[in-house]
């Protein structure tokens, strides 16, 4: 069989077309001018970095990087997500900027996934994180962000997921269990596995208030319900001042009129030793993964010997893309053509000073220049 | 109209519990075949569509969200580590994850797990990663050979050492002269549900989960009273 390889590409890439990057292209701009008018200054970094530092974030785990090794013998990696690359700037080049300091990117990230698991290896993740503020309104600022970008870029039916991760750590600190079995309690709730949460509270004999409050944490959706909760009482101190900091946040998205838009699940962990407070996630009908999600993460600057409170988000453009089943407007502009180039050279420069496409016909024959025209659905411009 | 809930129902014998057990939760069932060579069953009126699937392939139609929620052995889930929720343990299909070996080299092992399970081992299985990762735990690097079915047939053959696959009554091992040596877990079916279905379509997913937790206990109970 003859080797192929030239003409394929790997598993999990792919190419995008000119309709398809038109598409691309259009919604990433409307996106990153709207986080600019939010105040978010765009940065860019490097598209490999030091393995150190990736493992200093989320996405710890080194089997979703794609690692390779310098000519030193250094470890490298592609980046797998842009808020530690982010944090790493922040606490070396932009320490001396005044706070809160508000940035966000567009980025092409990496990540290994088993080809058959049919998930792209390399999307394109747009996001902003809002630095050096560790109050609620940072966090409602964001979640504004985020509702109103899915607003903008056309997303119908959607709805963000608000957690608290907090409330889970006061409530996972409280069962007095060995660490082993908290560890897999956590690893329960976060990949909601329902049937082995209820084995380890079995096998771990946890009751009354403990075993309620652990089914509460997996079950437990809608504001009405989350609240009524907080005030049953009983929960440990550092849960229940979570959840009023998530009534806070929630309270005031509503009076900025965004309420309908959110709902509360206490199941929403995401990477949870990473992120310290809300936590979100924007679901989309018919995607049948989150769409966007982010939350508030205290503790990665401190890592990179800057403390700062932080929250962000990001969200995947080829996801959006999918919910939006866009294929980018058609082609529009002229096709100039003449019997003379310099011409036809300085009128499409007139064409294209106001805005318009123009595309230079390579030719003279005007019966040529008239179909090519018709089939790329552009105007005939014919110079004399 | 009204949103449909779609399920991904296994083929097989998992297939003729799961309908005794959706007319036990009185959801819609009438018609529904799972040896047929009709794979999608609509109920537009009660809001329902059925898929059927190999068994190995529910987890993957609910993570990918082609179906909201899926009935799956444990076996298959463990295998497949789909990022689904894992939502009630139905209580049928009940089957153990075993190694078993030839019984000559079980004598041979004098009875004994540890003077088996040695570094270099050939395991031919239908589940790569579930025995790769028990071996992994045992610190043995063994050699792990993938096969599709008839595992059993592996060791005679002289293909592979031992086998990890499930057995139920245990027959087919006796058949075949083999001695099951660990029990890695027991398996049972379980109702598992898309991430993003489970949040966004709660409402229309809850009653459906409540019917068939009603219905999963009341089987259960019927069995303890019957024996």
Known sequence: MEYRAKLIIPEGVRDLLPEEARAFRKI????????????????ITPTFEFLETFQQGALRDQESLYKFIDRRGKILALRPEMTTPIARLVATSLRNRPLPLRLCYSARVFRYELPQKGRWQEFQQLGVELLGDGGKAADVEVLALAIEVLLLAGVRDFRLGLGQVAVTKGV??????PEEGVEEIKGALLTKNLVKLNSLIEHYGLKGQKRKQLEALATLRGEKEVLAWAREGGLPEGAASALARLEEVWRELVACGLGNWVFFDLGILRDF??????????????????LCGGG???????????????????LG???????????????????????????????AREVRASGVPAVLFLGEDRALAEEQARKRGLSLLWVE | MK???TLAIPKGKLGEETLSLLKRAGLPWEGVATEDRQLIFTFPREGFTYLICRPVDVPTYVEHGAADLGIAGKDVLAEARADVFELLDLGFGFCRMVVAVPRQRWEEARGKVENLLVAGLRVATKYPRVAAEFFHRQGKPVEIIKLYGNIELAPQAGLADVIVDIVSTGRTLKENNLVEVVSIFSSTARLIANRVSYRMAYNLLEPVIEALKKAAEERRDNLVARS
């Open chain 1, 28 to 43: 990433e701009r409307r996106i990153m001018d709207f986080f600019v008018k939010w105040g978010y200054e765009e940065v």
């Open chain 1, 172 to 177: 996972l600190a409280a069962l007095e269990l």
């Open chain 1, 273 to 290: 030793d990473y992120y310290t407070g809300i936590v979100f996630e924007g679901y989309a009908e018919g995607l049948g993964a989150p």
């Open chain 1, 296 to 314: 508030r993460y205290d503790g990665l600057l401190e890592r990179f010997g800057y403390p700062l409170p932080a929250v962000g988000f990001a």
């Open chain 1, 317 to 347: 453009l080829e996801r959006l893309l999918m919910v939006l089943g866009e294929r980018g407007e058609e082609r529009k502009g002229f096709l100039v053509a003449g019997p003379s180039f310099p011409e036809i050279s300085a009128r």
């Open chain 2, 3 to 5: 949103k449909m809930l």
